[in-house]
Every structure is written in C-alpha cells, then in structure tokens.
C-alpha cells in the first residue's frame, strides 16, 4: 500500500466506480478525467476493462448474467427490494442497485444505532452525505465520538457483509473541511 502513488489510487478509482457499475472504455476515458482528474486515453480505458474483467472473474460472470437478464426487481442485501415497473431494469441499474442500495442500507443502519449510543458524547448528526456521517461534537469528547462512530458503522457493515471487511475511516477536524 505505501507503494502506491496518488495518481496510481486515482486511476484505480475511476476503474473500479466506472466498470463495477457498466461503464464503457470511452465513458471510462471521459470519466478518470472529469471526476478523477486521470488522462487516459481510449486505449489504455480498454485495456483497464479487460485487465478488470479478466482479473475479476467471478463479477464477469455476474456482469455477463445481469447484461443477458431482463430484471424487473432487485434486492439489497437487507432484503429491501426495488421495482422496475415500467420494463426491465438497464445493465448500470441492475449492477449499481444492489451495491448503492446495500450501502444506503448500512449507511440507515449506523445512523439509528448511532443516535443512542452518542448519548453520554452530546455530539450531534449534523450530516450524512454517501457513506460519510459527519457529527458536531465538544473537543473534550471528540475522541470518544469518533470511536463510538467508527465501531457502529463497522457494526452495521458487518450486519449486511459478515464475509468482508468492514474498516472505517474516521478524521478529527475543527471544520468540515479539515476532513
């Protein structure tokens, strides 16, 4: 890991969101750039996707299986199931579903158990945006906090994924943009 360059993690970003969720070489291409500030060009976009895909391929068959399936529902791995009833979910939509919607899942989850264990902390939600909870705490108790944070979203991760890891990052800030 110490070994991996800025731009090495960049790029890796940008294949792992764009091809997991259906993503093409060239929208590959456009998005490294656009969201991730990585030039590539057309080629080496696919190259990325085949490396991707030979080197995963267990989320190839996957891929292959939700691009032949007309899918009019879905699942989080909560049970919480999503309807297309207007036709057939599309490829991005059936890949993106059950991993977006797992992670809303769990990102629910953490904010329910949070609110009654951050009790003796008096700190705050002051916000949630994706997979981040962002809490207002007194200095004193930012600490103890951050811990009760980091173990309740481990918590509720390993509740929906028991076979994974499930490590959190957590920052100490004065303001929201010191994260």
């Given at each position: 890991m110490a070994e991996v360059t800025s731009d090495q993690r960049q790029a890796?970003?940008?294949v792992n969101f764009g091809l997991f969720f259906g993503m093409g070489a060239e929208g590959l291409r456009n998005?490294?750039?656009?969201?991730?500030?990585?030039e590539m060009s057309l080629?080496?976009?696919?190259?990325?996707?085949q490396r991707f895909f030979d080197s995963y391929q267990g989320f190839n068959a996957y891929y292959q299986t939700m691009?032949?399936?007309?899918?009019q529902q879905l699942t989080t791995l909560s049970g919480r199931i999503r309807h297309f009833t207007k036709?057939?979910?599309s490829l991005t939509k059936a890949l993106n579903t059950p991993v977006q919607g797992t992670a809303a899942d769990i990102i629910k989850r953490a904010?329910?158990?949070?609110?009654l264990l951050l009790v003796d902390t008096k700190a705050q939600i002051v916000a949630c945006v994706h997979d981040e909870i962002i809490l207002e705490v007194e200095e004193a108790q930012?600490?103890?906090?951050?811990?009760?944070?980091r173990q309740v979203m481990e918590a509720a991760g390993q509740r929906y994924l028991p076979d994974v890891p499930v490590v959190v990052d957590s920052?100490?800030?004065?303001?929201?943009a010191g994260k």
């Open positions: 890796a970003k940008a998005s490294a750039r656009n969201t991730f500030q990585v080629s080496q976009a696919q190259q990325f996707k691009e032949r399936t007309k899918v036709g057939y979910a904010l329910v158990d949070l609110t930012a600490p103890k906090a951050q811990q009760v944070l920052t100490i800030a004065d303001n929201w």
